[in-house]
C-alpha cells in the first residue's frame, strides 16, 4: 500500500507545477498550430458571392440575401461548429480560419456576427442579382462602387 | 483575561493561514498553482458578505451556526497554546463534549432545513463520529492517566518532565489517524462529500452562517493539531520561550502537510469501509491505554 | 453458425411467421417477418444462438412502403455479420408486440419507438416516456416524416412524469438532473434506506438535441459527419467515422488506404485520451482529485497532438465520405512517435502505481457487479461486458477502416466490477499505443495526398446499411436507410451509453448510496451521445427560453399537485 | 422536631384525593384541578418535610405509629436526607405531570375515574416506600405501587397490546416483588424484626456465619430490584409498558417509579450490607450489569420509531449510568473513599437529573402524541416550526441527556467518568464500564438529540401533520418548562445540588469509609474542583462556562453580522427536481444503519438486529431453533399475557362501567402478597 502511494507522489511530484494562471498569463507551448481552426473571418473583397460556403455549412449558419443588386451574406457565428467547411470550399479564398479562439462574449449577436455585402449584377429581367463571371465584369456593372 | 483575548484572537486569525498553506501544499501534489495564500480569508470574508440563505422548514435559523463556534472557541480555551492553556479550569470531558456539541449543532443545522442530502450527511457525520470519537477520548485517556490528570495543561507537562513513553507514542499514532476524520479530510470527509452529497450538512447553507462553520472547522483543525503536538508529541524537549512557540508553529505546519498529503493520495472511503478501519484504530488506541496500565 | 444456417434455422422454426430474406449488403442479413413472430424469433435468437441484441430502430415508411418499419437489430461477433428481424406496423394504428420481456435491453429502443414515433407494444413492461420532455403533449411525435423539423407544440405542463412511487421506509435521494459529479444533466431517484439504495428510478434525456431529426429532414450526407462528431464531446470522431462507413458502405465506395490508417490513428488518439479522461474522472468521483489532475496532466500532450494534426484540440472534422480531409505528412511521424511514446511510459507508471492501491481498490472492488448473464440480457457493450469477461471489440468482431491489418489484444476480465472496468480500460489504452506504433509505420509506407474517394453519383433510395465502431465506452452502432434528395431516410445512432445506462439501474441495487456516483461513472457514461435530440427551431435558432418567473410558476404547480395529495 | 403530622397528613391528603376525585361527576378539567390541589397539599407537605431534613438532620422517630403484632411489623417512619432526595424528585415531576394531566388525558375516551384516583394512590406509594424503615411496610408500599402503577399501564384498556404490556409488567415485577418478599423473610427468621437497623447487623452475621445464604439474599433482592429498575436484562416489561401508559404517567414511571428500584438498592446494598468483600462482590456485579445495561438500552433505543419507546429504551440506559456509578461506589469504598464518595454523588445526581430529563421528554412525546394522535416517529416531522414551545423543551431535555454542558446531564456524567476512570489502575473493570459509559453517551446524543429531534421537529412537515398548526394547551407547555427550568438550574447551581447529594449518600455508607466534604469537593465560584487523591483532579465550573459560551457566541454573532447579509428564504434544492415532503422524508429506521449492522447478529438464517434480545419470529418451522428460546416474548410473555388478557376480559365484567370495582380488585391483589407473606413464613 506504501509503495503505491509512494509511486503515485513520486508521479505528482515529478512535475511539480504545470498549470498557469491562465488570462493572465499563457503556457507558450500550447499557443494555436498553424493551420487551426478559429474564428473564420471573411475578406468581402475578394467574395465573389457565389454562395458556396453557405450550400455546405452543416449549421446553416451563412444567410444569403439579396437586395437588388447588393448580396449579402450574414454569418451568426454563435452556432458556428469551427470545421472549416466555408473556407475550404471558398473558390477565392475569401473566408479564412484564424487562430482566434477565445470567443466568449456576453453581447452574441454583436461580437458573433459576420456580414459581407458583394455588388453582383443584376438580372434585367427578373431583378435578381447574378454572379459575374469574372471580377471585372463585377466592376462593369452599374452601381458598383470603388 | 489577555490570554484569553490572544488565544481566541490565534484561533479565528491566524488559523485560515495555516488552512492556506495546507491548500497551497495540495495544489503541489496536483501539478497546479492553486489558490493564494490567504484564500482561506477571502473566502469567510466573501461569505459573511452573502445573502445569508434559509430553508423555508428551518426552526433553528442561524442559532446553531453560532454556538458552534463558540463551543469550538471555547474548547480551543483548554488546549494549552504556547505553554499553558488559556484557561486552566477545564479537563478533558469538558473539551470532548465542547467538541461534540458543535458537530450536534451542525448535524441539528442541516436537519433543520429538512433537505434529504442534509440528513444523509448527518448519519454519515454522526457514524463517523460513533467510531472516531472514541479514538480520541481513549488516546486522551491514555495521557491522563499516564500524567495523573484530566487537565491538558498537565497532560502536555507530563512527557516533558517524565520523558518520552511507549503508550503516548501509540496513542498519538491513533490519534494522528483519527485526526484525518476529525478535520473532515479526505479519505475521511465522508459527511461532506461533495460528489455524492453536494455537501451533507451544509447542503442548504451559504453566506454568514456558512461561514461560521468553516470558520469553526479551521480552528478545529488548529486546536486538534495542537493537541496532538502539546501532548503527544512534545519533542525537541525542553523548549522554552520564543523557541518553543517557534517549534510548535513548525509542528502545526507539519500536521498541516502531512494531513494534507494523506488528503491528496487518497480516493473517499465509504462509511462502512471507514467504521471497519475506525475499529481497528480504535483497538489500536486501546492498546495504548493497556500499555499505560502496565506502566509504559 | 454461418448465415446460412441462421436463415434456416429461424426459416424452419418460424413457419409461417417467416416472410423472406436477403442479404443488401455483405455481411447484413436481412430477415422479414410477421409481427405475430416477433417474439418467438427473439427468442430464438437471443437464447438459441450467439446473437447479441443490438437496437430496435423504427422509421416511418409511410410514404415508401405504407407502414411503419421497426427493425430488430442483432450481431453475430464471432462470425462476423448482422441480422436485422424487419417487423411491418399497421400505419394508421402501429402496434406491435413487445420484445422487452425476453431483452431486458429492448427496454429503451422500444419506449424511444414508442415516443418518436407512435408505435405501441403490447406488454412493455415499463411503458413510460422514455425521450419527450415532460411537458410534450400526448399523441404528438416528433420523428414521424409529416412532423416538421422545426415546429413547435404547445407545452402541456401538467403531464408529470411518473416515477415509482417510494417503498415504505425509504427517502428519495435525487442525484440529478443537476448535480456534482454528473458532468451532463440526468437524474436518478435513488430510494434509500440509510445508505443502502434499495430501488432506483431513472429519467434522462434532458438534452436531447434532434440530431437524427435533422440528419432526417435537412442536412445532406456530407453536412452530416460534422453534426455526427457533436453528438458527442469526447468521442465524436467515432460517430464521425461510423456515419462515414455507413455511406460508404451503401453507396460501395473503396476508402484510400492511407485514409484508413489516418482514421485508426486519430480514433486510437481518442480512445488514449479518452480513457485518460475517464481515470481522472473516476478519480474525482471518488473524492481522488490527484488522479485528475494527473492524468488529464498526461492527456494534454495528446490534445496538443490532435490539434496540430487536425486543426482543433476536439470535435476535428475528419472525415468526409469517402476518406479524410487532412492527411498527415511524412515528416511529422516521428515527433507524433516522440510524444505518444512519452505518454506510454507514463501510462505505465500509472498502471503500476494504482493496480496496487488498496485504497482505491476498496473503492472499486465488489461494487457494480454486472455478470456475463446480465451482460448478455441487458447487451451491455464495451469495458463493462469485458470486464464481465465477454470478448467483444467491434474492432475485431467487424473490422473496418484498417483494423484488419493492425495486431493488438482484446482485453478482457472476469471480476464484473468497477475496478474490472477500470483495468480494462488501463490496459486496452496501452493496446491503442501498439497499434498508434503499427499505424504511423504503415503511413511512413503508403504515398502521400492519396486520402480521399469523392462520391461522383447519387446513392440510390431505399439502401440500407449498419456499420458498427468501437467508441472508447463500447461499440457505438450506426443504422442507415437512405432516401432520396442526397440524403438520409432514416438515421439511427446507437451510442455505447445507451445500452449500458439502463444496467447502472441493476448495479446500483443493494449498493450504497457513496457507490452510485462511481458505478455510474464506470460505465463512462455520455449523456449527449445518448440523448440525441432537442426540439429546436434551427432555422431561426431560437430556443425557447423560460424566463424565472415561468420556471417558478411551473415548479410551483407541481409543488401544489404534490401537497394536494 | 417531629415531622410525623407532615407526613401523615400528606399521606391522608393524596388518599382523600383519591376517594374526592373516584365520586366526582364533574367535567373532567374540574377533576383534574382538584386532584392537583390535592396533590399539591401533599407535595407541600413532604417538600417541607424534605427541606428541614436536608438542613437539620435525619428525621428517625424512635417508636413506631403502630405495630403489626401478628406479623412482627411496625409502621416506623425515617426521613433521611436520601428519602429527602427522593421525596424532592417524586413531589417536582409527579407535580409537572399532574399538571400535564389535566389538558392532556382529555383526549382518552377511558373515564377518568380509573384515572385520577390511581395516579394519586400511585403516588402515595411511591412516598410512603421513601418514608418508611420498616421492610414489612416497604413491600406493602411497593406493591401498593405496583398495582397502582399497573393500573395506570392499562389505562387504555380496549388496546390489546396495552393490556398486553400491562400484564408483562405485573408478571414480571411480581417476579421480582416475591423475590425481595422471600428476602425480606428470611431475614425476619435471623433478626426477627422487620427494622432496617435491625437488618444490618443481622447482614454482618451472617457475612461470618452463613455467605451462601446472605449471597442468596442479596441476590433476590438484586433482582427484585433490579426489575424494577428496568437493568437489562430483568426490565424487559419497561419498553413495553412505558409507551403503553399514558404520557404523564410514562414520565412519573420512568422518572420516578424506576428510581425505587435504585432506592431499595441503595438501602440494602449500602445502608444494610456493611463495606467488606460482599460489597466488592456486589459493586463488581453492579458494574457488570449497568455497564451493560446502559449500552445495551442506549443501542436498542437507535433502532426503535416509537417516539416513547425510544425513550424507554433510554430508562433502561439511563438507570444503567446509576447502577454503575452505585457499584462504583461500593467497589471504591475499601479502596479509595475520596473516589467512592465521587461516584456515589455521582449515581445520585445522575438519578435526579433523569428524573428531570426523561420525564420531560416523556412530556414531550405526549404533546406529540397529542398533536398528532401517534407516537410513530415517522408519521410526524417538522414540528417544531408549529410547536415551538414543545421543541424548545425537548431540546433542553435532550441537551441534558446527552450531557451538553451546561445542561445537568454534563455534570453528573462528568463525575461518572471522574470515579470510574480515574480508579483505571487499581480497578480496570472501572476504567472499561468508564469507557464503555463515554461512548454510550455519544449514543445517547445520537439517539435523542439527533434522532427524537430530528425527527419529530427538526425537517419538513409531513401532510399527515398538517392539522397541527399551535402548540400545546398552556397546561402542557407550563408543565414542560417546570421540568426544563430544573434540567438547566441542576446544570448551573451544581454545587448546593452536590452538597445536598453528598449528605445523602454520606448518611448511607458504613462511617469511617465516608471522606469530608471539602476532601472531594472544592466548590468555589459555583463551580466542582474534584480532589480524589493520587494527583487526579477535574475542574468544572458551569457559571465560568456560560459566560464565556454567550462572551463567544457574542462574538461568533457580531462576525456573522458584520457583513450585512440579508435573509433570503429558498425553497430546498433537490438537484432540479420537485419532490413531495412524503418523498424525501428520512425514516428512523435509516438513522445510522450502516453503524447498527455492525451490531446485527447473525445466527444461520436468522439476523438480530441489534443487541437486544428481542428476536423476530423464526420464518422457518423446523429445526426448531435456540431462536426460539431466545424469544422470551413468544413462549412466555405471549402466551401468559394471552391467558391474562382473557381471565382479565371475564375479570372485566365484574366492574366494567363501576370504576370502583376496580378497586377492589387491588385490594385483592394486595391480599394475595399478604396470603403470600403469611405462607412463606
Redesign the interface.
Known amino acids: 500500500m506504501f509503495l503505491s502511494k509512494l509511486k503515485e507522489a513520486v508521479i505528482c511530484f515529478k512535475h511539480l507545477r504545470v498549470t498557469f494562471p491562465y488570462p493572465l498569463k499563457r503556457n507558450p507551448e500550447a499557443l494555436p498550430q498553424p493551420d487551426f481552426r478559429g474564428r473564420p473571418r471573411i475578406d468581402a473583397a475578394k467574395c465573389i458571392g457565389c454562395a458556396g460556403c453557405a450550400n455546405v455549412c452543416p449549421s446553416r449558419l451563412i444567410i444569403v440575401t439579396d437586395r437588388k443588386a447588393v448580396r449579402r451574406l450574414d454569418f451568426y457565428l454563435e452556432r458556428c461548429t469551427y470545421c472549416g467547411r466555408c473556407a475550404e470550399v471558398c473558390p477565392e479564398g475569401a473566408i479564412t480560419m484564424t487562430g482566434e479562439f477565445e470567443t466568449a462574449t456576453d453581447r452574441v449577436h454583436d461580437d458573433m456576427h459576420l456580414s459581407a455585402e458583394v455588388y453582383m449584377g443584376t438580372c434585367q429581367r427578373c431583378g435578381r442579382c447574378f454572379e459575374t463571371r469574372t471580377t471585372l465584369d463585377r466592376m462593369m456593372t452599374t452601381g458598383f462602387r470603388t | 483575561m489577555f490570554r484569553i483575548v490572544a488565544t481566541?484572537g490565534i484561533l479565528l486569525f491566524l488559523s485560515p493561514l495555516i488552512e492556506g498553506i495546507l491548500r497551497k501544499f495540495k495544489a503541489l501534489v496536483h501539478s497546479r498553482i492553486g489558490p493564494p495564500l490567504l484564500q482561506p480569508y477571502w473566502d469567510i470574508?466573501k461569505?459573511?458578505?452573502?445573502?445569508?440563505?434559509?430553508?423555508?422548514?428551518?426552526?433553528?435559523g442561524?442559532l446553531p451556526?453560532?454556538?458552534s463556534?463558540?463551543?469550538l472557541?471555547?474548547a480551543g480555551?483548554l488546549v494549552p497554546l504556547g505553554t499553558t492553556a488559556a484557561?486552566?479550569?477545564?479537563?478533558l470531558?469538558?473539551f470532548?463534549?465542547?467538541v461534540?456539541?458543535a458537530s450536534?449543532c451542525t448535524?441539528?443545522a442541516g436537519?433543520?432545513?429538512?433537505?434529504?442530502y442534509a440528513?444523509?450527511g448527518?448519519?454519515r457525520e454522526?457514524?463517523t463520529?460513533?467510531?472516531v470519537?472514541?479514538v480520541l477520548?481513549?488516546a486522551l485517556?491514555t495521557a491522563?492517566?499516564k500524567s495523573?490528570?484530566?487537565?491538558f495543561a498537565d497532560m502536555a507537562f507530563f512527557q516533558q518532565v517524565s520523558g518520552t513513553s511507549v503508550s503516548m507514542i501509540i496513542s498519538g499514532a491513533a490519534l494522528l489517524l483519527a485526526l484525518q476524520a476529525q478535520l473532515s479530510k479526505l479519505p475521511f470527509d465522508i459527511p461532506e462529500a461533495e460528489g455524492e452529497l453536494?455537501g451533507g450538512v451544509f447542503?442548504?447553507m451559504s453566506?454568514?452562517?456558512f461561514?461560521?462553520y468553516r470558520?469553526g472547522f479551521i480552528v478545529k483543525q488548529v486546536v486538534f493539531a495542537l493537541i496532538l503536538t502539546q501532548i503527544f508529541f512534545p519533542w525537541p524537549l525542553g523548549l522554552t520561550g520564543a523557541w518553543a512557540v517557534a517549534a510548535q508553529v513548525v509542528k502545526v505546519l507539519l500536521v498541516a502537510v502531512l494531513v494534507g498529503l494523506v488528503d491528496a493520495v487518497n480516493p473517499r472511503l465509504r462509511?462502512?469501509q471507514a467504521?471497519g478501519y475506525y475499529?481497528g484504530v480504535i483497538l489500536m488506541a486501546l492498546v495504548g491505554?493497556v500499555f499505560a496500565?502496565v506502566g509504559a | 453458425m454461418t448465415k446460412q444456417d441462421i436463415v434456416q434455422f429461424l426459416k424452419a422454426q418460424l413457419g409461417k411467421g417467416y416472410l423472406r430474406h436477403s442479404e443488401p449488403i455483405p455481411g447484413q442479413v436481412w430477415v422479414e417477418i410477421r409481427p405475430e413472430a416477433t417474439v418467438q424469433a427473439v427468442e430464438l435468437l437471443h437464447r438459441q444462438t450467439d446473437a447479441r441484441y443490438l437496437m430496435s430502430v423504427g422509421s416511418d415508411e409511410r410514404e415508401l412502403k405504407d407502414r411503419f418499419g421497426v427493425y430488430h437489430l442483432f450481431t453475430f461477433d464471432q462470425q462476423h455479420f448482422f441480422v436485422t428481424l424487419d417487423v411491418s406496423a399497421d400505419p394508421k394504428k402501429p402496434r406491435l408486440p413487445s420484445i422487452t420481456p425476453v431483452i431486458a435491453g429492448a427496454n429503451w429502443s422500444e419506449r424511444e419507438i414508442r415516443d418518436l414515433l407512435g408505435v405501441e407494444f403490447d406488454g412493455h413492461p415499463d411503458p413510460r416516456r422514455l425521450v419527450l420532455s415532460d411537458d410534450w403533449p400526448q399523441g404528438v411525435h416528433p420523428l414521424r416524416r409529416d412532423f416538421d423539423y422545426s415546429a413547435k407544440p404547445p407545452s402541456k405542463p401538467e403531464n408529470a412524469y411518473p416515477f415509482k412511487d417510494?417503498p415504505p421506509?425509504?427517502?428519495?435521494?435525487?442525484?440529478?438532473?443537476?448535480?456534482p459529479v454528473f458532468e451532463e444533466?440526468t437524474?436518478f431517484?435513488l430510494y434509500?434506506?440509510?445508505?443502502?439504495v434499495v430501488d432506483v428510478d431513472y429519467r434522462g434525456f434532458y438534452a436531447h438535441r434532434g440530431i437524427e431529426k435533422l440528419g432526417d429532414a435537412s442536412l445532406t450526407y456530407n453536412q452530416i459527419p460534422f453534426i455526427a462528431e457533436r453528438i458527442c464531446g469526447i468521442c465524436g470522431f467515432v460517430h464521425n467515422v461510423s456515419f462515414c462507413k455507413l455511406v460508404e458502405h451503401a453507396s460501395g465506395i473503396t476508402v484510400p488506404r492511407r485514409a484508413d490508417y489516418i482514421r485508426v490513428i486519430m480514433l486510437e488518439l481518442e480512445r488514449i485520451h479518452s480513457h485518460a479522461l475517464w481515470l481522472g474522472v473516476a478519480g474525482h468521483i471518488i473524492g481522488f482529485d490527484t488522479v485528475l489532475m494527473q492524468t488529464w496532466r498526461m492527456r494534454e500532450p495528446i490534445m496538443w497532438l490532435c490539434e496540430k494534426l487536425t486543426g482543433n484540440r476536439k470535435t476535428y472534422g475528419m472525415n468526409l465520405i469517402g476518406g479524410v480531409r487532412r492527411d498527415i505528412p511524412k515528416a511529422l511521424v516521428p515527433e507524433i512517435r516522440k510524444k505518444i511514446q512519452a505518454m506510454d511510459k507514463e501510462w505505465r507508471a500509472v498502471l503500476d502505481a494504482v493496480k496496487d492501491d488498496t485504497t482505491l481498490r476498496m473503492r472499486l472492488e465488489k461494487v457494480g457487479i454486472l455478470t456475463k448473464d446480465q451482460c448478455h440480457e441487458w447487451a451491455a457493450v464495451g469495458p463493462v461486458a469485458r470486464a464481465a469477461d465477454l470478448p467483444m471489440d467491434a474492432r475485431k468482431d467487424h473490422p473496418y477502416c484498417a483494423y484488419d491489418a493492425v495486431d493488438f489484444k482484446v482485453i478482457t476480465a472476469d471480476s464484473n466490477d468497477v475496478w474490472g472496468r477500470t483495468i480494462v480500460r488501463i490496459l486496452e489504452t496501452i493496446e491503442s499505443f501498439k497499434i498508434v506504433y503499427q499505424s504511423l509505420d504503415a503511413l511512413m509506407e503508403l504515398p502521400e495526398g492519396d486520402i480521399i474517394t469523392e462520391i461522383r453519383e447519387d446513392i440510390p433510395a431505399g439502401r440500407i446499411a449498419i456499420s458498427a465502431v468501437e467508441a472508447p465506452r463500447g461499440e457505438d452502432v450506426h443504422f442507415l436507410l437512405t432516401g432520396g434528395d442526397n440524403r438520409p431516410y432514416r438515421w439511427r445512432v446507437r451510442c455505447p451509453t445507451y445500452p449500458n445506462l439502463p444496467t447502472v439501474q441493476v448495479m446500483v441495487k443493494g449498493e450504497?448510496v457513496a457507490d452510485v456516483p462511481i458505478i455510474l461513472g464506470s460505465i463512462d457514461p455520455c449523456f449527449s451521445c445518448t440523448e440525441r435530440m432537442e426540439v429546436c427551431d434551427v432555422s431561426t435558432g431560437s430556443i425557447k427560453v423560460y424566463s424565472q418567473e415561468e420556471l417558478f410558476n411551473w415548479?410551483k404547480n407541481?409543488?401544489e399537485r404534490?401537497?394536494t395529495? | 422536631m417531629n415531622l410525623t403530622p407532615y407526613i401523615l397528613f400528606s399521606l391522608a391528603a393524596l388518599f382523600v384525593g383519591a376517594a374526592a376525585t373516584l365520586t366526582m361527576p364533574y367535567s373532567k378539567r374540574t377533576v383534574g384541578w382538584v386532584s392537583l390541589a390535592f396533590q399539591t397539599l401533599a407535595g407541600a407537605g413532604f417538600l417541607y418535610v424534605a427541606l428541614q431534613v436536608l438542613l437539620h438532620g435525619t428525621f428517625n422517630p424512635e417508636r413506631p405509629l403502630f405495630a403489626v403484632a401478628g406479623l412482627g411489623a411496625s409502621f416506623l417512619l425515617k426521613v433521611d436526607a436520601l428519602s429527602a432526595v427522593f421525596l424532592l424528585v417524586t413531589t417536582v415531576v409527579s407535580w409537572a405531570a399532574g399538571l400535564y394531566s389535566i389538558e392532556y388525558i382529555k383526549h382518552y375516551k377511558e373515564s377518568l375515574a380509573r384515572y385520577y384516583p390511581l395516579f394519586l394512590l400511585f403516588l402515595l406509594g411511591m412516598y410512603g416506600v421513601v418514608v418508611v424503615r420498616d421492610l414489612f411496610f416497604f413491600i406493602v408500599f411497593w406493591e401498593f405501587m405496583t398495582l397502582t402503577s399497573y393500573g395506570l399501564v392499562v389505562y387504555e384498556w380496549g388496546n390489546r397490546t396495552n393490556v398486553n404490556a400491562g400484564f408483562k409488567y405485573f408478571l414480571m415485577t411480581h417476579i421480582g416483588t416475591a423475590g425481595i418478599i422471600v428476602a425480606a423473610n428470611t431475614l425476619y427468621h435471623h433478626s426477627q424484626s422487620f427494622d432496617f437497623e435491625a437488618l444490618a447487623p443481622v447482614m454482618g452475621l451472617l457475612r461470618s456465619d452463613n455467605p451462601a445464604l446472605l449471597h442468596t439474599i442479596l441476590l433476590l433482592f438484586f433482582i427484585g430490584f433490579a426489575t424494577k429498575a428496568g437493568i437489562f436484562p430483568f426490565g424487559d416489561w419497561l419498553p413495553d409498558a412505558h409507551p403503553a401508559a399514558p404520557a404523564p404517567v410514562s414520565a412519573v414511571l420512568s422518572g420516578v417509579m424506576i428510581k425505587m428500584g435504585i432506592y431499595g438498592i441503595l438501602r440494602v446494598f449500602l445502608g444494610m450490607l456493611p463495606v467488606s468483600s460482599f460489597s466488592t462482590v456486589w459493586g463488581n456485579v453492579f458494574v457488570a450489569f449497568g455497564t451493560v445495561s446502559l449500552f445495551v438500552g442506549t443501542m436498542t433505543a437507535m433502532f426503535q420509531h416509537d417516539a416513547k419507546r425510544v425513550l424507554a429504551f433510554h430508562s433502561i440506559g439511563q438507570n444503567g449510568y446509576i447502577l454503575l456509578a452505585v457499584g462504583a461506589g461500593l467497589l471504591l469504598a475499601p479502596v479509595s473513599p475520596p473516589l467512592c464518595a465521587i461516584a456515589m454523588i455521582a449515581g445520585l445526581y445522575h438519578l435526579v437529573n433523569h428524573a428531570m430529563f426523561k420525564s420531560l421528554l416523556f412530556l414531550t412525546a405526549g404533546s406529540l402524541q397529542y398533536k398528532t394522535g401517534t407516537r410513530d416517529l415517522?408519521r410526524m416531522g417538522?414540528l417544531?416550526?408549529y410547536m415551538?414551545l414543545t421543541?424548545a423543551a425537548a431540546i433542553v431535555a435532550a441537551m441534558g441527556i446527552?450531557?451538553?454542558?451546561p445542561f445537568n446531564g454534563?455534570v453528573s456524567?462528568?463525575l461518572i467518568?471522574?470515579s470510574t476512570?480515574s480508579a483505571?489502575?487499581h480497578t480496570?473493570i472501572l476504567?472499561l464500564a468508564g469507557?464503555a459509559a463515554?461512548?454510550t453517551s455519544?449514543?445517547t446524543?445520537?439517539s435523542v438529540?439527533?434522532k427524537y429531534?430530528?425527527l419529530a421537529?427538526?425537517?419538513?412537515?409531513l401532510?399527515h401533520n398538517r392539522g397541527v398548526e399551535r402548540d400545546a394547551p398552556a397546561g402542557m407547555t407550563a408543565s414542560q418548562f417546570v421540568l426544563a427550568a430544573f434540567v438547566l438550574l441542576q446544570g448551573v447551581l451544581i454545587v448546593p445540588v452536590a452538597a445536598a447529594l453528598y449528605r445523602a449518600a454520606a448518611g448511607l455508607l458504613t462511617p469511617g469509609y465516608w471522606p469530608e466534604f471539602a476532601a472531594v469537593l472544592d466548590a468555589s465560584f459555583g463551580?466542582l474542583r474534584l480532589d480524589a487523591g493520587?494527583?487526579?483532579?477535574?475542574?468544572?465550573?458551569p457559571v465560568?462556562?456560560l459566560v464565556?459560551?454567550a462572551a463567544?457566541?457574542l462574538?461568533?454573532?457580531l462576525?456573522?453580522?458584520?457583513?450585512?447579509?440579508?435573509?433570503?428564504?429558498?425553497?430546498?434544492?433537490?438537484?432540479?427536481?420537485?419532490?413531495?415532503?412524503?418523498?424525501?422524508?428520512?425514516?428512523a429506521?435509516?438513522?445510522?444503519?450502516?453503524?447498527k449492522?455492525?451490531f446485527n447478529i447473525r445466527v444461520g438464517r436468522y439476523t438480530q438486529e441489534g443487541v437486544y434480545p428481542a428476536w423476530k419470529l423464526p420464518k422457518v418451522r423446523k429445526p426448531f431453533s435456540v431462536a426460539h428460546l431466545l424469544d422470551i416474548d413468544s413462549w412466555l410473555y405471549r402466551p401468559l399475557a394471552y391467558l391474562g388478557s382473557k381471565g382479565l376480559e371475564l375479570f372485566s365484567r365484574t366492574h366494567s362501567g363501576f370504576p370502583q370495582w376496580y378497586l377492589l380488585w387491588m385490594v385483592i391483589g394486595a391480599a394475595v402478597a399478604l396470603v403470600i407473606m403469611f405462607a412463606v413464613r
Open positions: 481566541i470574508l461569505l459573511l458578505g452573502k445573502d445569508d440563505v434559509r430553508s423555508p422548514h428551518s426552526l433553528l442561524p451556526a453560532w454556538l463556534l463558540a463551543a472557541l471555547a480555551l484557561i486552566a479550569g477545564g479537563d470531558f469538558l470532548l463534549y465542547l461534540g456539541f450536534v448535524m441539528l436537519m433543520d432545513s429538512g433537505s434529504p440528513f444523509l448527518m448519519g454522526m457514524m463520529s460513533f467510531v470519537e472514541p477520548f481513549i485517556i491522563a492517566l495523573h490528570s484530566f487537565r453536494m447542503a442548504e453566506g454568514p452562517t461561514a461560521m470558520w462509511i462502512d467504521i475499529f491505554l496500565l | 417510494n421506509g425509504t427517502t428519495v435521494v435525487a442525484m440529478g438532473p443537476y448535480f444533466a437524474y431517484r434509500v434506506e440509510g445508505e443502502q450504497q415548479t407541481r409543488r404534490f401537497e395529495v | 415517522d417538522g417544531g416550526k415551538p421543541a446527552s450531557g451538553i454542558p454534563f456524567k462528568w467518568y471522574h476512570i483505571g489502575f480496570p476504567l469507557l463515554l461512548f455519544l449514543l446524543m445520537a438529540m439527533v429531534v430530528g421537529f427538526l425537517g419538513q412537515r401532510p463551580g493520587a494527583g487526579f483532579s477535574g475542574f468544572y465550573n465560568v462556562l464565556a459560551i463567544l457566541t462574538v461568533a454573532w462576525f456573522w453580522k458584520s457583513g450585512g447579509s440579508k435573509k433570503v428564504v429558498m425553497d430546498l434544492w433537490y438537484s432540479g427536481e420537485v419532490q413531495s415532503p412524503q418523498a424525501v422524508r428520512y425514516y429506521n435509516s438513522y445510522f444503519k450502516t453503524f449492522q455492525h
